[in-house]
């Protein structure tokens, strides 16, 4: 199986996580790549195994509004900076994949200074959407083009342009040879033209073993996107909304039916593609923001572990770390943080404790990366499910209510171990018995 399949991702905006400044003057390069290195010792403590990172080239603010795409960004460091990161990752089985930012440029890029240079006469006129030579915009550029988003910051790509679809193939197969990256998450997937994306999977198919595409898709069909002729994977928004509405209205149904329509559009299930599951990101609220109760943030993470599909922690969640929109601003969403400062986090947190333990029970029961699931009880406050496969059984067991809850559920005889509470129950005659206490969780392993 491919690499991706087993993967348990850590998600970073580095920008932010290395309080690099807001706007670029694109001056002198400052290494700040380099003050992830502890974070990589932090990601094996996590038990993580697949680092999704950035954007990381120079851009003129936040990023994803890229100037060049061949150039780390300087706030950042330079290629050689970014290439020894990477190194150092794969040296401690750590794959690494990228922002590609194809849909859209900014405004610096050479391609569109060319156009305002040229106009008409330009090489480039065709590489972005809707240029007009007849109309204009607030930076009275004396054109009109696509944008993203209603952000002329953001200038929309032609991706039906020969021209266009040839650079971004270069830019990949230049990724690979400078950094030896393993993977991209494609920006705005869901604006991403299907025949472009095609073209993508022909790049990714062709540029490296078992390089990985996962895109960044809101709502629809998710099978549209994701099938083996465009990505592997995308981002799993339904399930992210049910993991803080579902506890919110004390209402597991809703994360059960959830699954369930993943699942019939054949994603998250043995002989389908996984889906790329996350409780919250550089572009949404931290989800202990979301909770109306506190202690329902264990519950969501063992969900976010068990459930069908790869797990993902955005920086910083694991120390339960709070984040809400402000002011239309997402800074507060990707904020520095000093490692220094949770360095008893594994011993006196209970969430990173938490994520500890997932982590480690997904990398050794591979019945919750490959395995079937199998309801075994759904009120609105209780929730209990199976994952198995070829003997190796996982039961989970998560109590959203106030009281203790008594959950007497199907299960293989033998010997269980709760891999969070440390508890050991002996099954015989089919039928496991225990007891969850009020808001809490666990994860029965058969030994």
Known sequence: MAWYEEARFYHIYPLGLLDAPKENDYGEPVNRIKNLYPWIDHLKKLNVNALYIGPLFESGTHGYDTTDYKKVDSRLGTNADLAEFVKKCHDEGIKVILDGVFNHTGRDFFAFKDIKENRENSQYKNWYAGVNFSGNNEYNDGFSYENWGGYNLLVK????????????????????????????????????????????????????????????????????????????????????????????????????????????????????????NFIDNHDVERIVNKLNEKAHLKLANILLYTMPGIPSIYYGSEFGIEGKKENGSDDSLRPAINLEDYADAYETNPITKTVVALGKVREEEKALTYGGYRELKLTTTNYAFERSMEGSHVIVTVNNEANDAFFDVDAPDGTYSGVLLGQSVEVSGGRLSVQISANDGEVWVRA
Request: include cysteine; charge should be negative.
């Open 157 to 276: 790509l032609n991706q039906y342009d020969q021209g266009v679809k040839d650079y971004i193939e270069e830019v990949i197969r230049f990724w690979v040879d400078e950094f030896d990256i393993d993977g991209l998450r494609l920006d705005a997937a869901d604006v991403l033209n299907f025949d472009f994306m095609k073209h993508l999977r022909y790049v990714a198919n062709t540029v490296k073993e078992d390089f990985y595409l996962m895109g960044e898709v809101i709502h629809g069909e998710y099978n549209r996107w994701v099938n083996p002729e465009m990505l592997h994977s995308v981002t799993n928004y339904p399930l992210h909304k049910a993991l803080y509405s579902g506890f919110n209205d004390h209402n597991f149904f809703e994360i059960a039916h959830t699954s369930k329509r993943i699942c019939d559009m054949g994603l998250n299930r043995p002989d389908g593609a996984h889906l790329y």
